[in-house]
């Protein structure tokens, strides 16, 4: 059993018309997602790739048995679209839309908080438990099926490791992007309790970046100890401070959250640093006798 | 986006904040008629979006009309934290008694609005935090409830203000409240909040940070504002609103030859790394987020080659929202129009990639498949070899 999504998980999605939504959809019924819903107001009734449209979460959920979604609404209306996913008691909701105003994306996360929904996001490129469910927008030909999770802030950064960790012969079990921040509803912290229970997954990959604390949050939690090998790599090492690098959380302000002061913080809880991607198999094969 | 000072005070002032007497110029002649006009001494501020001002020496005081006359001249054309100011606000220079501080931003770790209040304004509130923590002051706002004018007397006093500033400091907050949920704001600031010998407070600077994610919905209020004049067209202001006017989310310059544009902000900053791990410099970084097109990146590509210094052109793109024969198509369009002399090594993975290189093949432009090749050739070409 992989964490948050498997074989079978029935997934819905919000805003599957749309171009983007439709495409993505297709990929992941390529991929073998049981892609049971779709949502669109107005568009009731249409069929998307074989997934029927409903025009509201709510009559979706019913008539399908929905348990995750995945929002490819844009900015504008990813909040209300994931207010509404909540509200129908899903859960597990991934935002994908990068535009989110920040005002809606702390509504959206506070409307979450204690209704028992696990937000991915916003701007995530959501999760892949690699030959059983891709609940996202990952080129899925870069992963494998193994025994390797990884959590990373970026998308990209999440795919560039997963391909050279394929290339290596070494499979993922789960692969989760937390989104670009500065706000977001699932954190490392989350995603390691969910790896630590994992009968599948033997190591965790936790790929940071610059700019806010998760990274530090993380460390803390792993300071008591952890079960399984954690290697860790942080981006932005020769990033200028006080820009933004394209995240909004990518910022160093005031020397704080530097790559230096997550790196250190990781590394003392016990964590294995990479200062790339290619440096990450071998520290594997050496931690798991690959 | 950061708003200009001269921005930040007009909307202060329309939600009812006192802010001093003073008007934009952008030569050092209107700096000294404006001086004139006040008939007293000023100070004169640059307008840049940087922080860090005043330490840099881009705010300074001026006696009469012939020294600020002196002091604009110097100013206006000087180099503050990278940024050339094309204007300098020229204000009254306020006698004050004490400076106070309040400022409203997001709490991002507790998902709500936190508004910040302090005894001890006009210094970097961070140190105040660190050596003072009893004269600041922080309060969460229930992100569905609100501010209500009593969360602003209970920080007035905390921070110890004496019975009749406490109504004034709150009304402040209450206009600061207004303004940060209406506008949509990421940070909003009165720093020095001045008292005066009459007891009145006026916001001496105004820092005032729209969510970049909202401009979308905010553009009618952007427009009100008085407009910035057009940067000369040279120099980094010029390339920061030429980047920006295309829609190109992040670019950023540092000293260096390499041009670096990414699909992705992480894989970015991982490329900035790698090159400089191999010893490469980059001088203009383009990041074009997961949502970029053909004109996007032909757009980025663009804007990273007016920078002189670059002699190559490093592309990186691992999309999985970003179709690969979209941005193949975007540069081979680049290259069929300019027929660049200088060498772009690009870098294709993710969906679509087939596609994306069976275009770039068509067009004979070289791509890597491994990020690693593709930086140290681009290293290689930085050296000159």
Not at chain 1, 57 to 85: K, L, N, W
Not at chain 2, 156 to 172: F, K, M, N
Not at chain 2, 194 to 208: I, Y
Not at chain 2, 234 to 243: C, I, K, N, S
Request: aromatic share 6%; with cysteine.
């Amino acid at each position: 059993m992989a964490i948050l999504v498997d074989r079978g998980t029935r997934v819905l999605v919000q805003g599957i018309t749309g171009k983007i939504g439709s495409f993505q959809t297709q990929l992941m019924v390529e991929y073998g997602t049981s892609v049971v819903a779709g949502v669109t107001p107005g568009k009731g009734g249409q069929v998307v790739h074989g997934v029927p449209v409903f025009d509201s979460v709510q009559q979706a959920v019913h008539q399908t048995e929905a348990e995750v979604a995945i929002s490819f609404v844009p900015g504008p209306y990813a909040c209300d679209a994931a207010m509404e996913a909540i509200d129908a008691g899903l859960r597990l909701v991934v935002v994908v839309a990068e535009a989110v105003p920040l005002r809606d994306a702390v509504r959206m996360l506070a409307f979450a908080t204690g209704r028992g929904t696990f937000v991915l996001g916003p701007d995530t490129s959501g999760l892949i438990s690699p030959g059983r469910s891709k609940v996202g927008v990952q080129p899925h030909r870069l992963f494998t099926e193994g025994r390797v999770g990884i959590i990373s802030r970026s998308g990209a950064l999440s795919y560039e490791t997963a391909k050279t960790l394929t290339q290596n012969r070494i499979g993922q079990s789960t692969v989760i992007g937390l989104g670009g921040g500065p706000v977001w509803g699932f954190t490392y912290r989350q995603a390691l309790e969910m790896f630590r229970d994992d009968g599948d997954t033997d190591a965790v990959i936790l790929l940071g970046e610059i700019g806010g604390h998760i990274e530090e949050d993380a460390a803390d939690y792993l300071r008591n100890g952890y079960p399984k090998p954690i290697i860790a790599l942080i981006v932005g090492r020769t990033a200028p401070p006080g820009q933004k690098m394209g995240h909004a959380g990518a910022i160093i302000q005031q020397g704080k959250g530097s790559a230096q002061s997550k790196i250190s913080a990781l590394k003392r809880s016990g964590a294995l640093i990479a200062s790339a991607p290619r440096e990450i198999p071998e520290i594997l094969r050496k931690e798991l006798r690959l | 986006m950061q708003l200009y000072e001269f921005q930040a005070k007009q909307v202060f002032r329309e939600y009812g904040i006192s802010i001093p007497k003073g008007r934009l110029a952008t030569s050092a002649d209107q700096a000294a008629q404006i001086a004139s006009e006040l008939g007293r001494a000023v100070a004169i501020k640059a307008q840049v979006a940087v922080g860090g001002r005043g330490l840099a020496g881009a705010v300074k005081f001026a006696a009469d009309p012939n020294e600020a006359e002196k002091i604009a001249s110097t100013v206006l054309g000087m180099d503050v934290r990278g940024e050339t100011p094309t204007c300098v606000l020229v204000e009254e220079k306020m006698e004050i008694v004490r400076e106070l501080y309040a400022g409203i931003t997001w709490d991002y770790a507790n998902k709500c609005p936190v508004i910040v209040a302090s005894s001890r304004g006009g210094v970097d509130i961070e140190s105040v935090a660190r050596n003072h923590p009893r004269d600041i002051a922080r309060l969460t706002i229930d992100p569905f409830r609100g501010y209500s004018a009593y969360h602003g007397r209970e920080l007035a006093t905390r921070i110890g203000l004496t019975d009749s500033e406490v109504g004034l400091y709150s009304s402040v907050l209450s206009s600061l409240w207004a303004i940060f949920s209406e506008h949509d704001a990421e940070l909003i600031e009165a720093n020095p909040l001045a008292v005066l010998h009459d007891g009145a407070f006026v916001a001496l600077d105004s820092k005032f940070n729209l969510d970049d994610k909202s401009i979308y919905r905010q553009s009618d209020f952007i427009d009100r504002l008085g407009k910035m004049p057009t940067p000369p067209p040279e120099g980094l202001a010029y390339r920061r609103f030429r980047a920006k006017e295309r829609g190109i989310p992040t670019y950023i310059e540092m000293e260096g030859n390499i041009g670096v544009v990414a699909d992705g902000a992480g894989s970015g900053m991982l490329t900035l790394d790698l090159v400089a791990d191999a010893g490469g410099k980059t001088r203009a970084y383009c990041e074009m987020g997961g949502e970029a097109t053909a004109q996007l990146i032909e757009s980025a590509v663009q804007v990273v080659l007016t920078n002189e210094d670059v002699r190559v052109v490093l592309i990186n793109l691992i999309g999985g929202l970003n179709l690969m024969d979209e941005m193949a198509k975007g540069i081979a369009n680049y290259v069929v129009a300019h027929s660049p002399k200088l060498p772009i090594v690009v870098r294709m993975s993710g969906t679509r990639e087939d596609e994306g290189r069976r275009i770039l093949s068509e067009h004979k432009i070289e791509f890597f498949d491994n990020l690693y090749d593709a930086v140290e050739t681009a290293v290689r070409f930085s050296k000159g070899s």
